[in-house]
């Protein structure tokens, strides 16, 4: 791989249509965008050139039905190159992008699409069209919904590639567009209540992708592979403008369930993730090394401890050591093995969108996977700060980016300030002012300390349960700690203003199979049977062993049922939504209490 960095700065883009056609200048014939064609079941791609001669041809669509600077226009569909395209040729005519989970609720979606007046609407295929359907009558202000595969036949609705085949022109042109103008309204996913529109300028977006991009070399020859939503804003900035501004080629996944094979074929350089994958791995790990020889978990264990304290070294926090003289050997009888299974190639995972477990960061460094941890949210476009590879302390989420400023504010609430701040909310002053104060800050809602320039997010100002006792406790920590045992998928705590603290746990379908031969022989033991509780109880204590008395859970409800985006129960970055879960849940969480 080449070392040559070929960054395009700020003042050379100033926004974001400038940014892709300076891209375009110097990289023209190179891939940009790789999708797997279904028809052929190949991976094919889009260089730059051919990427903007398709964008000239939707500009021309969006000229042909008079759209004014500043309308807005929304895309609802799956990650692709299409997705990027669309969005291009709005911005370089001076619209407003306006993303929406292809797999939202209905309510939110008609809300989006009213709140922003989105004129024109780009949708993956039938799911969004059926949706959409049942919404008709509500929708006030869309135009035109274009349908990357098939469409209605009404007159609202047009198919992509028949639209812009229309098109006979590949003329490419940009309007006068301002580095300060709104560029796109991101709304939040939404994990307590009604969606704010966090208006984003083409200046916050760009300088947040260049402070991201000091971080570390990103290269022209980097390969992204995507698969978290372009509609979150952490994916659209780490995962889309920063390989523009830097050059390299994103491939787009199929799904989260092709997301192992796709790796593999794909064999990407950079992964843009969330914890809740290196989770998924991690789980699996351990559950295949139960079936092997006590052997296999030692060699596992052993590499783990000598790559942990290697990367240590490495840090200059640990001293040298002899037993460092067995990590080549290790690397190649476990490492390797393991490593291949995400393409072999990957020299940076950049987790953020939730806590990533100090254990599980532990596990793939140890095994020689770099991870950088990091943090940030929509409303600062997002990333606020990330862990340098030379400077890495997984328990962090890293030092804050060159251009932007950071504070504790009152209660130690993390305070951020800097040019990727958002323009405010749109339609919600109120809002605005709450979150950004008179001097510009910021304010997170989240709990932090600084050490040595490094930011540890301690907890959530709004997600601190206080007992009935006045004993205050941080349930992401607890649960953290509880998704580390192979029984247990997902975690939520309940607590707040009770005399303890229950929980309602997700189980794993096949370790819960295995623990009913295994350890309950001959019974029909449910899963929510006294029996079952007292045992899986016993593993929940394992797990807290470290944790104050007050952090014990007593009671717990359980289910085979996984909280995913597809039930409402998870937002796109695969955080749970625990109002949902625990209005879902409620009947069984009053049960808990039943008598206290």
């Known amino acids: 791989m080449s070392k040559l960095t070929d960054l395009i700065l700020p003042d050379e883009s100033i926004h974001l249509a400038g940014l892709f056609n300076e891209r375009v200048k110097r990289s023209s014939s190179k891939p940009a965008y790789m999708y797997f064609n279904k028809n052929t079941e190949l991976w094919q791609h889009y260089t730059w050139e051919e990427t903007r001669n398709k964008v000239a041809k939707i500009q021309q669509v969006f000229l042909s039905l008079t759209l004014e600077k500043g309308e807005r226009i929304g895309i609802m569909a799956e990650n692709c190159p299409e997705w990027i395209m669309f969005e291009q040729a709005g911005l370089a005519l001076g619209l407003v992008i306006v993303p929406l989970y292809p797999n939202d609720r209905a309510e939110n979606v008609k809300y989006i699409l009213n709140d922003a007046e989105i004129k024109v609407l780009l949708v993956s295929g039938d799911s969004q069209c059926c949706l959409l359907n049942d919404i008709s009558a509500d929708i006030e202000n869309v135009k035109l919904i274009i349908s990357l595969h098939s469409s209605p036949d009404k007159e609202q609705y047009r198919n992509f590639d028949d639209l812009i085949n229309t098109s006979s022109t590949s003329t490419y042109s940009i309007d006068n567009i301002h580095s300060e103008e709104l560029a796109s309204i991101v709304y939040t996913s939404g994990t307590t209540g009604r969606p704010k529109g966090v208006m984003l300028s083409h200046a916050n977006i760009i300088e947040n992708a260049y402070g991201a991009s000091q971080c570390e070399s990103f290269l022209p020859d980097d390969t992204y592979l995507s698969f978290l939503p372009l509609s979150h804003m952490f994916e659209r900035t780490v995962g889309y403008y920063l390989p523009m501004m830097s050059g390299g080629t994103v491939a787009y996944a199929r799904s989260i369930d092709n997301l192992a094979a796709d790796l593999i074929s794909i064999k990407p350089t950079i992964l843009v993730t969330v914890p809740r994958i290196f989770e998924r791995v991690y789980n699996k790990i351990k559950l295949q090394l139960q079936n092997k020889p006590r052997i296999s978990q030692y060699l596992f264990d052993l590499t783990v401890d000598v790559g942990w304290h290697f990367f240590l070294y490495s840090q200059n926090r640990a001293s040298w050591h002899f037993k460092l003289l067995l990590r080549p050997i290790l690397y190649s009888l ?56 030379h400077d890495n302390i997984p328990s962090s989420v890293g030092q804050r980016l060159l251009n932007v400023e950071v504070s504790l504010g009152e209660n130690d609430e993390l305070l951020v300030k800097g040019p990727s701040v958002m323009m405010g909310y749109l339609n919600n002053p109120n809002a605005t002012n709450k979150s950004i104060d008179k001097d510009g800050w910021l304010h997170t809602g989240d709990i932090a300390k600084i050490i040595n320039e490094h930011i540890y997010i301690t907890g959530r100002i709004k997600d601190i349960l206080v007992l009935s006792n006045g004993e205050k406790v941080s349930p992401s920590d607890i649960e953290l700690a509880i998704s580390y045992d192979t029984l247990i998928d997902q975690v939520i705590i309940y607590g707040e203003n009770k005399p303890y603290l229950t929980a309602i746990l997700s189980l794993n379908h096949s370790e819960w199979s295995t623990i009913k031969t295994n350890i309950f022989t001959g019974k029909s033991v449910d899963i929510n049977s006294t029996d079952a509780h007292e045992y899986i109880l016993g593993k929940v204590k394992k797990c807290l062993h470290n944790f104050p008395g007050y952090a014990r859970i007593y009671k717990i409800h359980c289910t085979m049922e996984a909280w995913t985006v597809e039930n409402g129960l998870a937002t796109p970055t695969l955080k749970l939504k625990r109002k949902y879960i625990f209005d879902k849940y409620q009947k069984h969480i009053d049960e808990m209490y039943k008598g206290h």
């Open 334 to 389: 476990v490492s390797s093995k393991i490593l291949k299974k995400l393409g072999g190639n990957l020299r940076l995972a950049i987790s953020g969108g939730a806590a990533l477990s100090p254990e599980i960061a532990r596990v793939f460094i140890g095994l020689g996977l770099k991870i950088s941890q990091g943090y940030g949210m929509t409303e600062a476009s997002p990333v606020v700060c990330t862990n340098l590879l």
